[in-house]
Nanobody
């Protein structure tokens, strides 16, 4: 399984970006998927997750109401629509196959290479 995230870039505060994650492999539709981000000098943290059927979505509190995660199983692709971006959203964004444990979302062994999102003030 290979994942490739793209769609990052430089945007002004208040702007929008749409990230995509293309996944190879026939099992994409069977797995929960998610996005994480890593800001400079900080640990990688959970951003959003979506169940395999798109029946449920989950978000980090700081992005609720601004970010929307979705997926298209027919195209093996996951998306992260980011609106009202803030400078603190600046980070490398990674897509991953995820699982939930003790109420928290974790990345599995399958990660994309990351895409840089920079929000200027």
């Amino acid at each position: 399984v290979q994942l490739q995230a793209f769609g990052g870039g430089l945007v002004q505060a208040g702007g929008s970006l749409r990230l995509s994650c293309a996944v190879s492999g026939r099992a994409f539709s069977r797995y929960d998927m998610g996005w994480f981000r890593q800001a400079p000098g900080k640990e990688r943290v959970f951003v959003a997750a979506i169940t395999w059927s798109s029946s449920s979505t989950y978000y980090q509190d700081s992005v609720k109401g601004r970010f929307t995660i979705s997926r298209d199983n027919a195209k093996n692709t996951m998306f992260l629509e980011m609106n009202s971006l803030k400078p603190e959203d600046t980070a490398i964004y990674y897509c991953a196959r995820v699982y939930r444990s003790s109420g928290n979302w974790h990345g599995s062994s399958y990660w994309g290479q990351g895409t840089q999102v920079t929000v200027s003030s």
